[in-house]
């Protein structure tokens, strides 16, 4: 192609292309990578927005962005903060308890990754024992992984309810005998 075929592409089917590129990025980010939401959300922003500058630029030049690219753009940025709602709006919150049962809260810091700050965290929210962490499906885990304030993301990261089931299954010795040797 000559350049000035290239000057004449409309602008709009690049950010389509890149917004496609983005929607492909956060779903392998999401199935294949096992990111939660948000940095899935944020890569596929991410590459939305470099696919469609830099294809944008190769097309145009060094031409200023049009009044259509400053439209789209718009538009892209509207419908990932509306995806970032949905996502949170579906998320279900787990069954918390106002106190622990029996006044007698466990000891959640056994649960490899929770040390006292988290345990308190988990304490406030109304989390008490290793039965309802094993007890959490995957939308309650997403919201836990959302909310814990400086630790997003450490329910999955940890294996949290994958470590309480296993304390359910087996006991907390011989979980606490496996967690030495990574046994779990």
């Known amino acids: 192609m000559k350049r000035a075929e290239n000057l004449n592409t409309p602008l709009l089917k690049v950010w389509i292309f890149a917004a496609c590129a ?8 999401k199935a294949v990578g096992g990111f939660n939401y948000m940095p899935a959300v944020f890569f596929g922003s991410l590459v939305t927005f ?3 500058v830099f294809i944008g630029r190769s097309w145009k030049g060094d031409v200023a962005a049009s009044e259509e690219a400053e439209y789209v753009t ?6 990932s903060s ?8 579906g998320v279900s919150k787990p ?3 106002t106190a622990a049962r029996g006044g007698i809260a466990d000891d959640l810091k056994k649960i490899e990754g929770i ?3 988290l345990e308190k965290l988990c304490n406030e929210l109304g989390v008490f024992h290793f039965d309802q962490i094993a007890s959490w499906n995957a939308d309650e885990i997403a919201w836990m992984d959302l909310n814990l304030k400086r630790f997003k993301g450490r329910v999955t990261r940890d294996r949290w309810v994958v470590q309480a089931k296993l ?13 030495k040797t990574n046994d779990y």
Do not use: H, M, N, W
């Open 82 to 89: 509306s995806v970032v709602k949905t996502v949170l709006e």
């Open 115 to 117: 040390g006292p700050a």
């Open 74 to 79: 718009s538009v892209i940025t509207s419908a």
């Open 50 to 52: 470099g696919v469609g």
């Open 22 to 29: 983005g929607l492909l990025t956060f779903l392998v980010a």
């Open 167 to 179: 304390i359910g299954s087996v006991g907390l010795e011989e979980f606490q005998r496996r967690v």
């Open 95 to 97: 069954a918390f308890l």
